[in-house]
């Protein structure tokens, strides 16, 4: 095996680790792809001889090309609606109990899913600086050291970036920063009983329900299985969303998918398509229209009371 191949085989052993990063930090698995594949000409134009830690290394020139992308106006252009779904999973690391705290099942449910949203929504708002520094620390535990030589920074100073970016993906996962909306009084506290609300209203036709239930910036997306189906790629608001669902989703049922209420639309008793929602505040500011067939295997999809689905 010639050198070059072997590594190849080294950076393969990797990929996955790169693409989880890059995709947390950058928000779309393309520009991700991207990353990595930069990561990979930098690898093989270098020195390896002179590469002690594979890992780490590859780590670090994936931050570095991120940071770049994120300061181009290529970062910010549109991107479509599937190009969102998540990557290969990082070990759980986007679930990071130290941002979760000792909350109940219930609320580790709703707040895991909220700091996983916060990623896609609040990283959006800080600057590349430290939407890169909270990334590699809090979600795949990269030293301040390390952070601080891809910034160009001291340690101190990447410590400051990456804690002013927790303080803010921690108050909207809570609902408590300035910028987050408040719970509504009176509304279904749990996750559960929320989709179980939307569920009711969606079949009823019931607009206005479906309205005291959705954020004004709810943003609905379906993978291209989904579209393929009919359904709209992506909409964006409260009204659009309540007039997408309202008098629909007759068929579909409350699910826990991978633990977290969902619905599941599964004629024959075969998930078709999965209805994945995200609820900050009480109320619903995402929902995901998954079909890929792919996509689908990997999930845990139960009835309350029943089991399991095959899917």
Known sequence: MSDLELLAEGFEAHRAHLLAVAYRVLGSSSDAEDAVQESWLRLSRSDSAAITNLGGWLTTVVGRVCL????????????PAWEDFPLPESGGADRDPRLLGDADPEQQAELSDAVGTALLVVLETLGPAERLAFVLHDLFAVPYAEIATVLGKSPAAARQLASRARRRVQGRASGNDAGARPANAGRPATRREIVDAFLAASREGDFAALLTLLD?????????AAAGLGADAEVIGAQAVARTFSGRAKTARLAMVDGAAGAVWAPGEKPRVVFRFSVLGGKVIRIDLLADPAVLAGLRI??????TLEN
């Open 216 to 224: 004004p910036d709810v943003v609905l997306r379906a993978d291209g």
């Open 68 to 79: 770049d992308m994120l300061r181009s106006p290529r970062s910010r252009r549109e991107r």
């Open 302 to 307: 139960e009835y309350p009371g029943t089991g």
